[in-house]
């Protein structure tokens, strides 16, 4: 079948072993690649009910049939397991270069299982897989792991994934990065693979995709970047990266902030995307098949940190410090990124958990120096988490088992045990579905919806008919994560073009009823998973704060609005009204 090299590589690092296996034509049809093999390889080989730092727990590592072709906004990759933080279905994707060191090795998917009894690092290649003694690595940072192993490896451009003392030490919301600055950040991937004690996984090769028009495809991305290089899309990213959404947000009232209790901060001009203009001199950044350039190369120019240099920071991390805990300082909202980078944290759960922690030591159930508005507290308190000292040690098990300890399950705001991004779902009641309904918890990602809603595609307090479009944003998402491509992408990229892509790539004639098809067996797949591991009706909902307390405007969502909205997403799924699937 074209678009793939049908094969996929068990690493077994129990007794550093390897197999190779061939996918047939007949799975790959029917699950593509990316989140469909992914998630139907996790399926296939773990136990169910393993716990996930378990040795039998796999971590999958899947490419799409778009990897390493001409396509803008293809270089990317995903990660597949089970959380360590919501014990469900894990799903997380980076971008960079790495994705096409992997491919080059040869492999659709790399299935990693095992644990080892001592620090490893592997390299994987088209020549072979090689398991190298880490303990000199061990308890280096994310940046100086990388450093190291680029001058390690002879290989040209080798696509190096690593992890910090936060995935060494197991803690659950740890993540894996490659390329300086890309992050597999949600769900704990950096934890599995602290588990099997790998500090490292390396590729490189030499080996080409076969498409099935290859000099197709090279016309289609130079008539794609003709069209769209000067876009207002392209511009909009370009200029002001996602930190741009910071004002959008914030003029809309659903920027969380102060651990959810409002909607907006008035510190924003120190913390939008003008503020990075002004003080941190970005330079667009983009990953190796992208012409949007999203990301911002950016170095501190005056204070205490002047001269850090740091590929962001994101809107979501914005979010997550400027909102949540009212860090009204965008340098010091910089420092804090690095600091979670280097540590290996993601900076969504950081920012929930520092800001959670300050409102149990307000209720005074713990007993720690932080407030809003501290950063050094707040830095003081991750490292805590991740060496696991005091309460840092019960905030690594993530929000979930903290809140129960310290009896404020009603304080507490996640889905199934992971937080929510920077889309309060009392503004957005579209993000208040996506929240509850997403396989990995509560995620933005998955469909991106708060763009219609913002956009003015649907009103925002809709209810009525607003799950049919969120299906269709779903549907085209997940098929994104199939190919698989950037969803920044989504407005050059309407369901045609993604035909178009799976025919230059894969040789498949798909029509928009064929892609939809495609998109519904794998949301069923990953819902069939967190089916089989415990997850019922219950669990997609949202948490009580944000269904009892309204915004400071008044605006809010009640339980028969979310009720109307899943009711309606789970009649177009096909699925029962238990949320169970009709097979």
């Known amino acids: 079948m074209h678009g793939y090299f049908q094969q996929a590589l068990t690493v077994d690092v129990s007794n550093q072993s390897c197999e190779t296996e061939m996918l047939s034509d007949a799975l790959l049809s029917a699950c593509m690649g990316g989140k469909g093999l992914g998630t139907q390889l996790l399926l296939d080989r773990n136990p169910v009910g393993v716990d996930p730092f378990s040795p039998d727990n796999h971590l999958i590592l899947a490419l799409g049939p778009a990897t390493d072709s001409p396509i803008h906004g293809s270089c ?116 599995v693979l602290g588990s099997k004690k790998i500090k490292a996984v390396v590729f490189h090769g030499s080996r080409k995709r076969p498409f099935a028009d290859a000099q197709g495809l090279k016309a289609y991305a130079k008539e794609k970047l003709a069209l769209y290089k000067d876009h207002a899309v392209t511009q909009a990213y370009r200029n002001n990266g996602t930190p741009m959404m910071v004002d959008i947000l914030n003029k809309a009232g659903g920027f969380p902030s102060r651990y959810w209790s409002q909607g907006s901060v008035e510190q924003v001009e120190n913390i939008n995307a003008q503020s990075i203009k002004d003080r941190c001199q970005p330079k667009p950044k983009a990953c190796r098949t992208c012409f949007l350039a999203c990301g ?106 903290a809140s129960e300890e310290l009896g404020l399950e009603d304080l507490a705001v ?49 209810i009525e008919d607003k799950a049919a479009m969120f299906v269709d944003f779903e549907d085209r998402c997940t098929l994104f994560d199939t190919l698989i491509v950037c969803r920044f992408y989504r407005d050059l990229y309407p369901w045609e073009e993604i035909g178009k892509m799976m025919a230059l790539t ?73 949320g169970q699937l009709q097979d």
């Not at 914005?318 to 280097?342: K, P, S, T, W």
């Not at 944290?345 to 007993?367: P, Q, V, W, Y």
């Not at 889309?423 to 998955?446: I, S, T």
């Open 76 to 191: 990317r990759h995903g990660m597949f397991a089970k959380s360590p933080l919501t014990g469900l279905y894990s799903e997380s994707y980076a971008g960079g270069s790495a994705a096409i060191a992997m491919s080059r090795a040869g492999f659709d998917a790399f299935l990693i299982k095992g644990a080892s009894d001592h620090p490893l690092w592997l390299e994987i290649s088209d020549q072979g897989v090689f398991f190298h003694e880490a303990d000199d690595l061990w308890g280096l940072d994310t940046f100086e792991t990388e450093a190291v192993l680029c001058k390690r490896v002879a290989a040209k451009s080798p696509g190096i994934l690593v992890i910090g003392p936060a995935g060494e030490n197991c803690v659950r919301f740890a993540i894996v990065k490659n390329d300086g600055w890309r992050v597999c950040g949600r769900t704990g991937m950096g934890a």
């Open 296 to 401: 911002k190369s950016v170095q501190v120019q005056q204070g205490r940190h002047q001269g850090l240099k740091l590929e962001g920071p994101e809107y979501e991390t914005i979010y997550a410090f400027g909102g949540l805990c009212m860090i009204d300082q965008i340098e010091e909202i910089v420092y804090l990124n690095d600091l979670c980078d280097r540590l290996g944290l993601d900076t969504m759960s950081a920012g929930n958990l520092a800001a959670f922690a300050i409102e149990a030591r307000r209720r005074g159930k713990i007993d720690l120096e932080i407030d809003y508005n501290q950063p050094d507290q707040i830095a003081d308190l991750l490292k805590k988490i991740v060496l696991r000292q005091g309460v840092g040690g019960l905030l690594a098990e993530g929000i979930r088992p």
């Open 414 to 462: 996640h889905v199934k045990g992971l937080e929510p991004s920077g889309y309060d779902p009392r503004a957005l009641k579209g993000m208040g579905l996506a929240y509850a309904v997403a396989d990995r918890g509560a995620c933005h990602l998955r469909t991106t919806f708060y763009k219609p809603e913002l956009a003015g595609l649907i009103d925002p307090d809709q």
């Open 506 to 578: 894969t040789g498949e004639d798909m029509q928009k009823s064929d892609l939809q098809a495609l998109a519904a067996r794998v949301t069923d797949s990953a819902r069939r998973f967190n089916l089989r591991e415990g997850m019922r009706r219950i669990d997609d909902w949202l948490p009580k704060r944000l269904l009892n307390e309204a915004l400071p405007d008044g605006r809010r969502i009640t339980e028969s609005d979310l009720k109307r909205l899943i009711d309606d997403y789970y009649r177009l799924r096909g699925w029962l009204d238990t």
